[in-house]
């Protein structure tokens, strides 16, 4: 199961995949939360998977088949970083998130427990695949307590709450990116696998870039600096954009991806996106969410993005070159650790959150810079490269197959 962001969901299908690849009668189901369902029933329609709600009987479905399930669960605001002084500085966050947030939250919390408590005591399964995050806490707790056995896959190089509170009991624990020496040493159960990604993800060669450019309807010729901050979108590198946009447009292209969450705020920057019928006129284009970002993203000189771990293998697979803006607030910095390694191993160029925020051509200078040097371009797509991990899924599918016998 997985939820709560898009990073969970994208992997746990792609193991899904495999699994049905290695066993197409084996009986699947998918539990989500439900603003993520529809992004599970969507990616399941696009592989080629069928999928029915609850229940409902595979009869009339031929070939891969998965039920999907709506779960309750329940988020824990928390903010690296904080003084004292800070809640009372962003007193709105404090209200909504802290108070308001964690109590909606605790009430999530507890109604999952309830609902995994009544699934698993009639369903019994042979095994639990859990994708991280705080989606996945109530259901680890419910299976330990009926000893179901359950593997884990944390993609980030900072375990998050949700598996730490869970690890001791997995059977085995895989992790996106190498463990510390402490997880290790405490952690027998641990394996090395990488972040499984779809197999769309896959080196771009120039010509191909240069098709997918064209497919977008941008100029094949000029570069193309891809913006985004996941599924949901970062208000930060949203409203960043819309400062140095102007800028931007002078010697590139950009493709803005402004997240479900804050793509409403962002329709005045549709001013640049002009069309004469099917044909863009100008370098600019917006999606609130782009179902294809293998393309999108496949069509990039350089990319622009938060440092969340699926999206850092999914441009690993890509072979592309980065700059990455971790969002410095997450609990654990586990966005800031990701980020900082990929820039000690040269694989990356990283952008400073706050420092973006007092000083907007922070950005604008490090995208002018990568746009005007094709040999740092190319060494930083390699170097990214090696992080890749195209055997990922699969190991996963064969690690928890393994845990059933």
């Not at 997240?259 to 370098?283: P, V």
């Not at 294809?292 to 993203?297: I, K, S, V």
Request: proline share 4%.
């Amino acid at each position: 199961m997985g939820g709560g962001s898009g990073g969970h969901i994208t992997p746990a299908v792609a193991v899904i995949r495999e699994i049905l690849e290695k066993k197409p009668r084996a009986e699947v189901e998918f539990w989500t939360d439900f603003k993520y369902f529809k992004n599970v029933t969507k990616l399941c329609s696009e592989i080629g998977v069928s999928w029915a709600e609850g229940y409902e009987s595979r009869s009339g479905h031929r070939g891969p088949f998965i039920r999907v399930r709506r779960t309750m669960s329940g988020k824990f605001h928390r903010y690296a970083g904080w003084k004292f002084s800070d809640y009372f500085t962003h007193f709105d966050i404090t209200i909504k998130d802290l108070i308001l947030g964690n109590i909606f939250g605790f009430i999530g919390f507890i109604g999952g427990l309830i609902v995994s408590f009544f699934r698993l005591l009639l369903s019994r399964p042979n095994i639990i695949f859990l994708k991280g995050g705080y989606t996945c806490l109530p259901v680890g707790m419910m299976a330990r307590l009926f000893r179901i056995p359950y593997v884990i896959h944390e993609s980030d190089s900072v375990a998050g709450l949700a598996n730490r509170l869970l690890m001791k009991k997995a059977k085995k624990v895989a992790f996106g990116m190498p463990p510390s020496a402490e997880v290790m040493e405490k952690h027998k159960n641990y394996v090395y696998t990488g972040i499984p990604v779809a197999p769309e993800f896959k080196p771009v060669s120039l010509f191909h870039t240069e098709q997918l450019k064209k497919a977008f309807s941008f100029n094949p010729d000029k570069p193309l600096v891809v913006i985004t901050g996941g599924s949901q979108g970062s208000e930060n590198l949203d409203e960043t954009t819309r400062l140095i946009l102007p800028e931007l447009l002078e010697f590139t292209s950009v493709a803005l991806v402004a997240g479900r969450k804050h793509y409403e705020n962002m329709l005045d920057l549709k001013k640049y996106e002009n069309w004469d019928h099917a044909s863009l006129e100008s370098d600019f284009r917006m999606w609130e969410f782009n179902t294809t970002m293998d393309e999108l993203m496949g069509a990039a000189d350089v990319v622009v993005s938060r440092a969340g771990a699926t999206t850092i293998a999914e441009l690993a697979a890509l072979q592309k070159a980065v700059i990455l803006v971790p969002f410095e607030r997450l609990p654990g910095g586990h966005q800031t650790a990701n980020a900082k390694r990929l820039e000690d191993l040269g694989a990356a160029v990283v952008v400073s959150d706050s420092k973006m925020m007092k000083n907007p051509s922070e950005l604008l200078e490090a995208i002018r810079h990568l746009v005007r040097s094709p040999r740092l371009r190319a060494d930083l797509a390699e170097h990214l490269h090696t992080e890749a991990h195209s055997d990922a899924a699969a190991r996963l599918a064969d690690l928890i197959l393994e845990e059933v016998k």
